[in-house]
């Protein structure tokens, strides 16, 4: 696999840093950004790599070389007018008749090429985009994905609220069909390549990941990135490292209990809810969403409406600075016979809590340490759900409170609400290696 890394850009907002030195050669923990780059590219199977230096790119080249101290074959495009990102890419059409990965060089990166490449080349995708949740997407472009993770619409900023939350991660993987669609002269991809490729009836596809990628393109994002690299924080978010997760039902846990919300217009977010997802975000746990929603087997809402109160609750959340890694919800229901409801959706199925198949579902997504993992909700089907898995159990005194009564289960823990929740796991995540926390 070849990589084209984009290193012409000056680095206005990262001045005086870049007053002498070209964006990509900062140093993180003593290595340039770009040098990180290389190897995690290498550690997943990149031995070629073509950088489009421009601004102060000689001392890109003087350090680099040929590459060969580092076990990638490098060699150098200088662009003498800025072209954007994919300006720049353009004058590379002649050579690239397979598929690259494009690299921003500002963007500071721990995560699996490799799934993302195969994603890709199982897809038969013209792009392959990597993609995150954002915990400010107010402000960002935003992608709005089917529940294939299939592009349906590139959503450039600004735009209204209530469009979910997955950001472009500015880390691609692209066919060559890419190029009849940029344009001569300056040009980029998210606002211009992209959307253009969709109108035309492109596949693109997000590969959606909670590992760490990072621009570091000014001084606060730059302390950041150096901050999470000597705390260990981008090694902990690396798929390598198994990773505790907090399984987290929806309604009556964190929003307003409504019995069979099928509107997005009435979902009520609990008040304490942001401010306590957070500080799982803060604390590196995964955050999951796993929710029973048999709205769509009892023809309430189609598929799509459920969709669109997922985007709604994730903007929501988003907004407010937190984020959900990944939303599971199982739209059936096994009793069947009504005239009402919708037989494709009514079926026995293994993702129905309390069966595990959302949780066994994430474990395949992430690597997930189970036995620092949590499962919170209102009801004995979370708690049984979170029996049947082998994790740690609390319930909230919110929604049900557990008053369901549908399974003879005790929690491991017992809290006011899902605020009171985070607080213990806190505790119980600051107090190991004790093996119990009760």
Known sequence: MLAVILAGGKGVRLHPLTVDLPKPMIEIAGRPVLEHQLLVLKEHGVDKAIILAGYLGQKI??????????GIAISY???TVPL???GAVKALQNELKEDFLLVYGD???????GEAVSLHQQRGAAATLVAHPTDHPQDSDLLDLDAAQNITKIIKKPHEGGLGNIGNAAFYVLSPRVFPYISEGKGDFMHDVFPRMLENGEYLVAYKTAEYLKDMGTVERLQKVRQDFASG????????????AIFIDRDGTLIEDVDLLHRAEDLVLFSTVPAALKRLNNADFLCLLATNQPVVARNLCSLEELHRINKTFESLLGESGCHLDQVFFCPHHPDAGYPEENPAFKICCDCRKPAI???????YMFNIDMSRSWFVGDTTIDLQTGKNAGLQTILVRTGKGGLDCK???????VAEDFATAVEHILACEKSRPTPDCQ
């Open 77 to 79: 495009r200088h662009e």
């Open 61 to 70: 080249v003087d350090y680099f070389g040929d590459g060969r101290d580092w």
């Open 107 to 113: 963007v500071f990166f721990d995560f699996d090429v």
């Open 233 to 244: 924080r981008i090694t902990r978010c690396s798929r390598k490292t198994p990773r505790p």
């Open 357 to 363: 198949g959302m949780i066994r579902q994430a474990q």
């Open 407 to 413: 399974y003879s289960v005790t929690a491991d823990h």
């Open 84 to 86: 954007g990102t994919a």
